[in-house]
């Protein structure tokens, strides 16, 4: 198992800490306004990425990791991404009212993406490979954007994202021996209808995270505040994704649940780590990967990082429900927890203002969804194995405890106890996590 997963984490953890640094440059040599060109085009492509993928995408990697007769199943599927793709460009329309709308005239693009395939069939590497291009490349290109044309940050990163996923999405179609062209069909809508309530999950999914941008410059009007909120739900939607990487190489075998109780496991390590060192070196965390002018929004990141640690502990909950098809009351989870984030998000702009607001509003939004989950599969026990598994693993988070508070929130001792503590996991489980 961490040896699938060193090699998908290699990958795709490349990339997304790439896209962080260089989220991180711009925030400190550039001005707000550029940063929120970067955000504004990334909140949308996200958005268009979860409206073409909907409930279908989740249903489509379902099939297809249970059928030997797939293809037809996957031309179908793209087939009806790529029509409302096209729909979808009418959203261009909206550009006087917002520049970056023009963003929906490539949405085509998007919707031609069989990523989501090759985990399915059992190719993650392959997968995350991909996934580094796409990340690796647009993001290249902002960093040298940003000494040449830095008034253009915008543009150049939307053309980017075409020129990469356009490049990409032909070798997935090379790699899985498919067809390159996938002709629209109106007909083939009614994939989406009869998915519906896992594309309610999706769009849900979307809020517990990044989504929230799309509501935040309208609430808080500080723009250090929405800048610190789009760099922090940016790194916790990359935290989100190395999880979620974990579920699609295990995907297949994730129907059984001693499977899912060891994703659960290896996920909250990882949360356990990440809630840890933000909480034990705060200023030294937001340095590294955010830059020294946040350091005064340090109990925003350590929000985010403990929502991090409950999404993980239960993070396999959610590919147990869609794999045995608990939709409706999956959708229904998801709905509430987004729909409450969103207002308590609302509601805490009028009460503080600040960063703080967003991440106490996602942190309970994952609590509830968390318990909501744990409530569909009707099986209490889950609840005990993973608060034990907790229990057993906190005398870890004394490495970076006893070396923050002896040393100091600083970088050396920071890096020592994230070595020892790393060794320390690996040499603990190396051998549990050992399956293929």
Same mark, same amino acid.
């Given at each position: 198992?961490?040896?699938?997963?060193?090699?998908?984490?290699?990958?795709?953890?490349?990339?997304?800490?790439?896209?962080?640094?260089?989220?991180?440059?711009?925030?400190?040599?550039?001005?707000?306004?550029?940063?929120?060109?970067?955000?504004?085009?990334?909140?949308?492509?996200?958005?268009?990425?979860?409206?073409?993928? &909907? %409930? +279908?995408?989740?249903? /489509?990697?379902?099939? *297809? $990791?249970?059928?030997? @007769?797939?293809?037809?199943?996957?031309?179908? =599927?793209?087939?009806?991404?790529?029509? &409302? %793709? +096209?729909?979808?460009? /009418?959203?261009?329309? *909206? $550009?006087?009212?917002? @520049?970056?709308?023009?963003?929906?005239?490539? =949405?085509?693009?998007?919707?031609?993406?069989?990523?989501?395939?090759?985990? /399915?069939?059992?190719?993650?590497?392959?997968?995350?490979?991909?996934?580094?291009?796409?990340?690796?490349?647009?993001?290249?290109?902002?960093?040298?954007?940003?000494?040449?044309?830095?008034?253009?940050?915008?543009?150049?990163?939307?053309?980017?994202?075409?020129?990469?996923?356009?490049?990409?999405?032909?070798?997935?179609?090379?790699?899985?021996?498919?067809?390159?062209?996938?002709?629209?069909?109106?007909?083939?809508?009614?994939?989406?209808?009869?998915?519906?309530?896992?594309?309610?999950?999706?769009?849900?999914?979307?809020?517990?995270?990044?989504?929230?941008?799309?509501?935040?410059?309208?609430?808080?009007?500080?723009?250090?505040?929405?800048?610190?909120?789009?760099?922090?739900?940016?790194?916790?939607?990359?935290?989100?994704?190395?999880?979620?990487?974990?579920?699609?190489?295990?995907?297949?075998?994730?129907?059984?649940?001693?499977?899912?109780?060891?994703?659960?496991?290896?996920?909250?390590?990882?949360?356990?780590?990440?809630?840890?060192?933000?909480?034990?070196?705060?200023?030294?965390?937001?340095?590294?990967?955010?830059?020294?002018?946040?350091?005064?929004?340090?109990?925003?990141?350590?929000?985010?990082?403990?929502?991090?640690?409950?999404?993980?502990?239960?993070?396999?909950?959610?590919?147990?429900?869609?794999?045995?098809?608990?939709?409706?009351?999956?959708?229904?989870?998801?709905?509430?927890?987004?729909?409450?984030?969103?207002?308590?998000?609302?509601?805490?702009?009028?009460?503080?203002?600040?960063?703080?607001?967003?991440?106490?509003?996602?942190?309970?939004?994952?609590?509830?969804?968390?318990?909501?989950?744990?409530?569909?599969?009707?099986?209490?026990?889950?609840?005990?194995?993973?608060?034990?598994?907790?229990?057993?693993?906190?005398?870890?988070?004394?490495?970076?405890?006893?070396?923050?508070?002896?040393?100091?929130?600083?970088?050396?001792?920071?890096?020592?106890?994230?070595?020892?503590?790393?060794?320390?996991?690996?040499?603990?489980?190396?051998?549990?996590?050992?399956?293929?």
């Amino acid at each position: 198992m961490l040896k699938r997963v060193a090699i998908v984490a290699f990958f795709t953890g490349s990339g997304q800490l790439l896209s962080i640094f260089v989220l991180k440059h711009i925030s400190k040599h550039s001005t707000f306004a550029q940063l929120q060109s970067i955000a504004e085009i990334d909140s949308l492509v996200f958005f268009i990425m979860n409206i073409i993928a &909907l %409930g +279908l995408q989740s249903t /489509a990697m379902r099939n *297809l $990791a249970q059928t030997g @007769q797939w293809k037809h199943e996957y031309y179908e =599927t793209q087939s009806a991404r790529v029509t &409302l %793709g +096209l729909l979808l460009m /009418a959203g261009a329309l *909206l $550009a006087p009212l917002n @520049q970056y709308y023009l963003i929906f005239l490539i =949405t085509p693009v998007f919707a031609w993406s069989g990523d989501y395939a090759l985990y /399915a069939r059992g190719y993650p590497v392959a997968g995350s490979i991909v996934a580094f291009l796409r990340l690796a490349l647009p993001y290249s290109a902002v960093l040298t954007a940003a000494y040449y044309y830095p008034e253009n940050l915008g543009w150049v990163y939307a053309i980017a994202l075409f020129v990469v996923h356009f490049l990409t999405n032909a070798y997935i179609s090379y790699f899985l021996g498919t067809a390159y062209v996938f002709k629209p069909s109106f007909k083939n809508l009614r994939l989406y209808i009869s998915s519906l309530s896992l594309g309610i999950v999706a769009l849900s999914l979307y809020f517990l995270g990044l989504g929230l941008l799309l509501i935040i410059p309208y609430f808080y009007h500080i723009p250090q505040v929405v800048a610190v909120a789009f760099l922090g739900l940016k790194f916790y939607l990359i935290f989100k994704g190395m999880l979620r990487i974990i579920h699609q190489a295990f995907i297949k075998e994730m129907m059984q649940y001693d499977v899912c109780f060891k994703v659960d496991q290896l996920c909250g390590l990882a949360g356990l780590m990440f809630a840890a060192f933000t909480i034990c070196f705060p200023k030294t965390f937001i340095t590294l990967f955010f830059g020294r002018q946040y350091i005064a929004d340090q109990t925003f990141f350590i929000l985010l990082a403990i929502a991090g640690l409950v999404y993980s502990l239960f993070s396999s909950l959610t590919t147990k429900a869609m794999l045995e098809k608990r939709d409706r009351p999956y959708a229904f989870t998801a709905a509430g927890s987004a729909l409450l984030t969103v207002i308590l998000c609302i509601f805490f702009s009028f009460v503080w203002g600040t960063a703080e607001g967003i991440g106490l509003s996602l942190l309970i939004g994952e609590v509830v969804f968390a318990g909501g989950m744990l409530y569909i599969m009707k099986r209490p026990v889950m609840l005990q194995e993973r608060m034990r598994f907790l229990l057993k693993n906190l005398p870890i988070v004394l490495i970076p405890l006893a070396a923050g508070y002896f040393f100091g929130d600083v970088m050396t001792p920071f890096i020592a106890a994230a070595v020892l503590a790393g060794m320390m996991l690996v040499w603990l489980y190396h051998n549990k996590f050992e399956f293929e």
